[in-house]
């Protein structure tokens, strides 16, 4: 064998031709799966959608170009890239074949599996497509030698590419923005085929999730408890309402021209028009929110084994009632006693992935009227969440017309989305509205009803569609959030706020980092991680508030 492989050609290639075959093979012939699935869900019905098309090929080649100008260097272009090769040929098999999609969990099933379950997946097939796909060429690449232009022309050649292909991403994000934004969100399974790319990510997010489970929880605060002075005769209730991708633009209260909040409209509350959230998307300004250090000073990955406003809230005596329609509270209500919506699966309001807000409010009163102590209830709804903005309400909310009853919202016209996003807006209207409508009937309890979106959306303001964008580039209309709070007369009188204080702060700047301090001190719960100059309420309480 030894023989018959020094026997073999050592034929020469320019690098930019190797670079251009590695490109092609790697993009293409090894991710068959990835094409595969475009083929079957992308529907072609328009010039918009054919340049998009069109540019998944590009873009795929630009950026796969860009792996191999970065990868092959005369020292390590050979040892680096033939076990990707090989690794990648089986992982090509696995998807086209087997429908495999690959991630961290799949990356996690592999290392845990026995010697009998991976045997079961070694075929005469298999073997061939890896002899074919991987072991053949990858024979063939470390036989050939590779001919390097001078230093000088090497790197100009590359840094050109990089860049040319840089304007080609460029103008393509710019044309096709929306699409890309509303496909790729819709079809997120997708981005688990993109062959090489997923299992590297995959491997990388496993070894991560795997370190995370070991850490220890840190308890920042093991004293906070409830203050002394705090009046117990009769039990508080806050009903805290998490919205989802509501944006401050759409809501009449902050200004909106169309009349999105006609039943809040009528409430005596108190709505902050300059809210600002702690990022553009839930992942990150769900746990921000109820962190105690703020945005500046907040790791996703800390949080979820840190203590948080919910533990502080349960230190101080409060029962805690997470109410779950959004796909996760992001680990935040892990220690809180939680209900998910989804998975308790009424008929009357969900369907088999997802429920209306409506849902939250049923059932609340008999929840209202068990109350036996101190309670906080969260209450996390799905609100606007797109880009199926249609689904996020009932047919008698369905005002502004026409509207876009699709997630494909790139083949809507922009005005037709704003109207379903408007839609949603005043879906939300009721369902606050309704909670207040409730806590009125319990003059016994000192009931408080407040409600923030954890971030905004954008609607195609310079063709910038959906949310997540990195928060320094982010346009408001991410980050500029609803906030009010509604008190009943008890909890005003018991908690000693002046209601025409909180009035007089309507047009203050606030963001979520006030909401951790602000609830503290509006619960009388006292913590050495307590920020009195972050506690919205504390100068318009009677007493001053506590330090």
Known sequence: MKLLFSRLPHPLIKSQWLIAILTLYFGFVLNLSFWRFIATNLEIDGGRMALFAISLFIVNGVLFGWIFCLTVIKP???????????????????????????????????VQTNVHEAT?????????????????????FARVRILYRPFARELLSRLLYIGVGAGVVAGFA???????????????????????????????????????????????????????SA?????????????????????????????????????????????????????????CMFSSGGRQHFNANDAKFTQNLLDLLGAGGYDLLWQENDGGCKDVCDRAATEDMVVIGNSQYCAADYCRDDVLVNGLKSKLSAVGKDTVIFLHTMGSHGPSYYQRYPEQFKKFTPTCDTADIQNCPRQAIINTYDNTILYTDYIISSVIDLAKEFPDLKTGVMYVSDHGESLGENNVYLHGLPYAIAPEEQTHVPFLLWMSEAMKKDSRIDYACLASKEGQAFSHDNIFHSLLGLLDVTSTLYQPDKDIFRSCRTNGGHD
Request: contains cysteine; hydrophobic residues 45%; positive net charge.
């Open 231 to 287: 009046r117990h005769d009769r039990h508080t209730v806050l009903i805290f309402i998490i919205g989802e991708t509501a944006r401050a633009a759409n809501f009449s209260l902050q200004g909106y021209e169309r009349d999105t909040n006609p039943r809040l409209a009528k409430e005596n509350i108190i709505y902050f028009k300059n809210m600002t959230s702690c990022g553009t998307a839930t992942a990150t300004s769900l746990p």
């Open 76 to 110: 390590i272009a050979k040892w680096l890239i033939i076990p990707f090769l090989l690794v990648s040929s089986v992982t090509n098999y696995l998807m086209w074949n087997l429908g495999v999609f690959i991630d961290a969990d799949m990356i996690r099933n592999a």
């Open 174 to 228: 710019a044309t096709s923005y929306k699409e890309y934004v509303s496909f790729f969100r819709n079809h997120d399974q997708a981005n688990k085929l993109v062959n090489t790319i997923n299992y590297t990510y995959g491997i990388e997010r496993y070894f991560h999730e795997e370190a995370q489970a070991r850490r220890v929880f840190v308890w920042l605060d093991r004293d906070a408890h409830r203050l002394a």
């Open 120 to 140: 079961d997946l070694i075929t005469l097939s298999g073997c061939l497509w890896f002899l074919l796909s991987g072991i053949i060429p990858a024979i063939l």
